[in-house]
């Protein structure tokens, strides 16, 4: 089974970028589905992005056009650049792994979880 663990969290001014990474071990992450979900205090978890294991990228609405997903097998890592954060982009996030090619953003169909990163976009 993967396991998966994010780093490049951090405090960054609005308007600023970050790059996270999700370093992945154990199991066969060139064949896994990698997403990125964030999840604010009080709010529940929310899609962010998405990268198939045939290189398909989905984004949602709210970071489409600011943020990027990538993916490098040879490294098993997968990354989320962020660029003109904004306030309301501050929330832990996580990556997440999915066994095969997954076209859907509910969180409860990725079984495999990273801990966590903070983001924090301050004024």
């Known amino acids: 089974q993967v396991q998966l663990v994010e780093s490049g969290g951090g405090l960054v001014q609005a308007g600023g970028s970050l790059r996270l990474s999700c370093a992945a071990s154990?199991?066969?992450?060139?064949?896994?589905?990698m997403a990125w979900f964030r999840q604010a205090p009080g709010k529940e978890r929310e899609f962010v992005a998405r990268?198939?294991?045939?290189?398909?990228?989905n984004y949602a609405d709210y970071v489409k056009g600011r943020f990027t997903i990538s993916r490098d097998n040879a490294k098993n890592t997968v990354f989320l650049q962020m660029n003109s954060l904004k306030l309301e982009d501050t929330a832990v996030y996580y990556c997440?792994?999915?066994?095969?090619?997954?076209?859907?953003?509910?969180?409860?169909?990725?079984?495999?979880w990273g801990q966590g990163t903070q983001v924090t976009v301050s004024s």
């Open positions: 997440a792994a999915r066994e095969g090619v997954v076209y859907r953003s509910s969180p409860t169909l990725y079984p495999v």
């Open positions: 154990g199991g066969s992450f060139s064949s896994v589905t």
């Open positions: 990268i198939t294991n045939n290189y398909v990228t």
